[in-house]
């Protein structure tokens, strides 16, 4: 059974990093592209950072320059590198993941806090 896992999340002052890792395990399918979302509270969940099958990479104007979407295809991981952090980004940051086989699937979410 496939299983995404998401950890990295936690309490970071403004203008430091995290970096969150989403792991695909129980697949004999690699990940064929990924997305990271991102649900502060009383908030839609939004889109922040997407990779293609190619390796190209998107993201939100809200997080551009400052965060970093990658893919590890030897461990099968989805990364989001987080950098100058402020307050605004706190959330609960979520990975979705569609593999090569075209089956998508949604980490638990882990939370992201930025406070002083």
């Known amino acids: 059974q496939v299983q995404l896992v998401e950890s990295g999340g936690g309490l970071v002052q403004p203008g430091g990093s995290l970096r969150l890792s989403c792991a695909v395990s129980?697949?004999?399918?690699?990940?064929?592209?990924a997305d990271w979302y991102r649900q502060a509270p009383e908030r839609q969940r939004d889109l922040v950072a997407n990779i293609t099958s190619g390796g190209s990479t998107n993201y939100a104007e809200s997080v551009k320059g400052r965060f970093t979407i990658g893919r590890d295809n030897a461990k099968n991981t989805v990364s989001l590198q987080m950098n100058t952090l402020s307050p605004e980004d706190t959330a609960v940051y979520y990975c979705k993941v569609r593999l090569t086989n075209g089956w998508i699937y949604w980490g638990q979410g882990t939370q992201v806090t930025v406070s002083s």
């Open positions: 129980g697949s004999i399918f690699s990940i064929h592209a």
